[in-house]
């Protein structure tokens, strides 16, 4: 079974900075999807970046990207210059290809602080 | 672009009675569509796959007869919570694949139930 892990419960950052958010998974497949995905208080889920398992490019969208090291099974998320609508929960989730089944990690509580 | 639409957006009700939860997709079709539970400050759960036309597949530890799912149209799937109790309350999202590249899922703005 797959597992999606994100020790961070919580993170703070100041408005403009860097900040990156961790994420850790297990999987025996080789084929498969990542995402971010963004939940801010109106509780809409709103997707952030998408990363797939055979491209050994880091994705960006903006001022967000990831570093996708497959080997090590990490996906961190890196938000630059980061902005007061960013604060929300952000969660990690894994999808086995040709599923579209989405397993979601516990979560990171981001505060962005001007 | 595709949306996903879920009604009511807050329900109450009371301990034992049965509450029906809709999501359609608006702009497109959607076979699949998937139902998840949040409890306060935690990860969504996926429970149930809703098929068109079938059966739907429901997670290990979720109760098939408590939370009845109907796809019975390629733009609607309907969640049941029946005879509900307190430990019911949490907020049910559903999602639709649409099958396009920009986003494999996308997601209802969700419902939160407080039964009392």
């Known amino acids: 079974a797959q597992t999606v892990t994100q020790s961070q419960p919580e993170m703070s950052v100041q408005e403009a900075e860097t900040v990156t958010l961790s994420c850790t998974y297990d999987t025996s497949e080789n084929n498969y999807y990542l995402f971010w995905y963004k939940q801010p208080p109106s509780r809409q889920m709103i997707l952030v970046i998408r990363?797939?398992?055979?491209?050994?490019q880091n994705a960006t969208e903006n001022r967000f990207s990831v570093n996708f090291q497959k080997a090590a099974k990490s996906f961190s998320l890196k938000i630059s210059d980061s902005q007061l609508g960013d604060t929300a929960m952000y969660f990690c989730a894994f999808m086995k290809y040709n599923t579209d089944k989405l397993i979601f990690g516990t979560g990171t509580r981001l505060q962005v602080f001007p | 672009g595709a949306v996903v639409s879920q009604h009511p957006s807050r329900v109450i009700c009371k301990s034992g009675t049965s509450v029906k939860i809709e999501c359609r997709s608006l702009?497109?079709?959607?076979?699949?569509m998937f139902w998840y539970r949040q409890f306060p400050k935690q990860s969504l759960m996926l429970m149930a796959t809703?098929?068109?036309?079938?059966?739907?597949?429901?997670e290990q530890g979720v109760e098939k007869d408590k939370f009845l799912i109907n796809h019975a149209s390629l733009t609607l799937s309907t969640l049941t919570v029946t005879s509900a109790h307190p430990e019911d309350s949490s907020f049910y999202i559903c999602s639709a694949f649409t099958g396009g590249e920009d986003s494999p899922l996308h997601f209802g703005n969700g419902t939160r139930l407080t039964v009392t």
């Open positions: 702009d497109f079709q959607a076979t699949t």
């Open positions: 809703s098929n068109e036309g079938s059966k739907a597949t429901y």
């Open positions: 990363q797939e398992a055979y491209k050994q």
